[in-house]
């Protein structure tokens, strides 16, 4: 309880989104993966994996979001969060620019001259890689809120 | 860190109030208690309405509550 009183409502609630998207990684991206080398990435697997992501991630938000709000007290954003959110919404946005202008590059540009290319972007890949772009835009988003919200303490 | 160069008396004036909580505080001015914790702390300047705010609950001029190093 001591690390309840330490920490505020919306602290906690981007703890929980942290966690939950590296859950979601460690989860879901190897399955796929492993899928996409071996040529095995079928409509109907495909669909079971993503069924039990959004099974997982929805058990999860019921038990541990409702644990959070349960056991402290929500509170009105302020001037302060608006800021937090702001910058941790431009660190998000460079970390999504700079992700797909790689990816582009990698697949307008080099892909076709490298002879021995790291792997062929086929649309289940790409798919693949802007979830994984996705991913890491959310997590630069909730680590700087936290590193602000702790700064500050 | 770059330090603020906004100052406050916001410790010395909740003590003042009858030892007014943070909590009571932040009720008062809207925002919530870990950005009292912060001001308390020098480590965030407020915008100006909150300013206002603040010297409002403690019933003093901005000037008290708020200095500019």
């Known amino acids: 309880m001591q690390f309840l009183n330490n920490y505020s409502n919306r602290e906690l609630n981007i703890w929980a989104e942290l966690i939950l998207d590296i859950l979601v990684s ?38 541990v979001f409702g644990a959070i709000n349960a056991l402290t007290k929500k509170e ?11 910058k941790s919404y431009r660190i998000s946005n460079i970390i999504y620019q700079v ?32 979830l994984i772009i996705t991913l890491l835009s959310s ?14 303490i | 860190m770059k330090e603020q160069k906004i100052k406050n008396q916001i410790r010395r004036l909740r003590f003042d109030a009858n030892e007014m909580t943070q909590a009571e505080l932040a009720e008062k001015a809207s925002v919530t208690r870990q950005t009292i914790i912060a001001l308390e702390a020098q480590k965030y300047s407020p915008s100006l309405e909150l300013a206002f705010r603040i010297a409002k609950v403690f019933d003093v001029p901005l000037e008290d509550a708020f200095q500019f190093d």
């Open chain 1, 139 to 152: 997590t630069g988003k909730s680590l700087t809120q936290l590193f602000n919200y702790r700064k500050n």
């Open chain 1, 99 to 130: 992700s797909i202008f790689i990816l582009i590059s990698q697949i307008v540009v080099f892909n076709p001259i490298n002879p021995k290319p790291l792997t062929d972007f086929t649309a289940p890949m790409i798919a693949m890689l802007l």
């Open chain 1, 26 to 63: 460690f989860y879901f991206f190897p399955k796929i993966f492993s899928l996409i080398i071996d040529g095995q990435l079928y409509g109907d697997v495909l669909v079971g994996i993503i069924a039990n992501t959004i099974i997982i991630a929805i058990i999860y938000s019921i038990f």
């Open chain 1, 76 to 86: 009105e954003k302020d001037e302060r969060d608006y800021i937090y959110e702001l």
